[in-house]
């Protein structure tokens, strides 16, 4: 593959030259983006580009800060005045996924890489022999237990996910994860890969130098307030009389994040007995990671989960930290050695998981947490292993 330093941006009506890989994402952020998709994908395309890629990108948001110079851009806007969630934003997914399938069309790239439900503009585009497709589908909240109003509202997510079925690689970001990739996606189980996502370790261990240290003991999650995210389970946890008696005097929950459960959050811990829980809104990075850093306890409550690049994130700065057994946490939290793993994904298995990890060898567990992100979840563990693929797929040729 060739190795280049360029940048070009340029509209969606604009044909580009050829480039090593093709990143397709509906997202992306590479500075202070909070969404696990936005953020997986920036590492995915700083990682190629610092391995000596040329890369394109497609996505609909407007140029991103902090874009690599060495990426060729291209805007495909999105859907004037579609909202952010809800049916009416799958309807514009829908809409954008056609628009990205034209623009292939016009594009030539000897591989082409979807993060998420942008694989559905396999639907409409049919790759030449000479193209490779690599479909990553990240958490596939598409797929997560709803109401029937919700899932009838994300039935066009799900079809366009499942255009991975005509990939000629899908990657599972964790082990855990392969019989959901297989069963929601409907991919044959050869085609799958286990590639997890990664996070930039020296980047972290530089945004927590100076985090001041608490005054009382914290625990902390970082998060969007909805319902697959499991707040309201950790609420009632923290309420639990047997879990009050053994937490230390003066203890607090911070949050980072919002969403639409923010209000029923809030007053839910102000009611008797009062959880002290502090929101924290709109923060930068700089302060996330550096309450991360600082906490005496992470906790990951979801009810649904996709990689958790936050779960990593608190192991990368070494701290103790308890998940439900869902999604890609099991691959992280092997329970009393990096992590304390909840029996289930409810209000008693957190409350239960908790007690543990007050009681817990926390510096052995904490250091075993650190050491397992830069083995495997670090940013060069992950471009090797992007790497091997696209090597195998040139030497092999598409298998289509």
């Given at each position: 593959m060739r190795s280049g330093r360029r940048r070009t941006v340029c509209s969606a009506d604009c044909t580009m030259p050829s480039c090593d890989v093709t990143v397709c994402v509906r997202a992306?952020?590479?500075?202070?983006?909070?969404?696990?998709?936005?953020?997986?994908?920036?590492?995915?395309?700083?990682?190629?580009?610092?391995a000596g890629l040329e890369v394109r990108l497609i996505t609909p948001i407007g140029l991103p800060d902090g874009l690599p110079r060495a990426v060729s851009y291209v805007s495909l806007p999105w859907p004037r005045r579609s909202p952010s969630r809800g049916p009416l934003f799958s309807i514009a997914y829908w809409a954008w996924c056609?628009?990205?399938?034209?623009?292939?069309?016009?594009?030539?790239s000897p591989l082409v890489h979807f993060h998420g439900a942008s694989a559905g503009a396999l639907r409409w585009w049919q790759p030449p022999p000479a193209t490779a497709v690599v479909v990553n589908p990240h958490g596939m909240e598409e797929f997560a237990k709803c109401s029937p109003f919700r899932r009838l509202g994300r039935a066009p997510l799900r079809h366009l996910s499942r255009g991975a079925q005509r990939a000629d690689a899908v990657i599972s970001t964790d082990d855990s994860l392969t019989p959901a990739v297989v069963r929601n996606l409907g991919v044959q189980p050869e085609k799958v890969v286990v590639i997890p996502n990664a996070v930039d370790v020296e980047r972290l261990a530089a945004l927590s130098l100076g985090a001041p240290l608490p005054d009382h003991f914290r625990i902390v999650t970082v998060g969007r307030l909805v319902l697959n995210k499991g707040y309201d389970l950790l609420l009632e946890a923290l309420k639990d009389a047997t879990v009050r008696r053994v937490l230390p005097h003066g203890w607090r929950w911070d949050h980072y994040g919002s969403g639409p459960l923010f209000p029923d959050l809030q007053q839910r811990a102000a009611e008797e007995p009062v959880v002290p829980l502090k929101m924290h809104t709109a923060q930068p990075d700089l302060v996330v990671q550096q309450a991360l850093a600082s906490c005496d306890l992470f906790i990951q409550p979801s009810r649904y989960e996709g990689s958790s690049l936050t779960t990593l994130e608190a192991m990368a700065h070494g701290r103790l930290v308890v998940g439900t057994p869902v999604g890609g946490i099991p691959d992280k939290i092997v329970d009393g050695r990096t992590g304390i793993l909840a029996s289930a994904a409810t209000a008693p298995g957190i409350s239960e998981a908790i007690e543990r990890a007050l009681r817990a060898d926390r510096e052995a567990i904490s250091s075993a947490a650190c050491a397992l992100v830069y083995e495997r979840f670090s940013q060069a563990a992950s471009v090797g292993a992007h790497l091997a693929l696209y090597d195998k797929m040139r030497v092999n040729g598409n298998p289509q």
């Open positions: 992306i952020s590479f500075g202070e983006g909070t969404g696990g998709l936005e953020r997986a994908a920036a590492q995915h395309v700083a990682g190629l580009i610092e056609r628009r990205l399938a034209r623009e292939l069309h016009r594009t030539e």
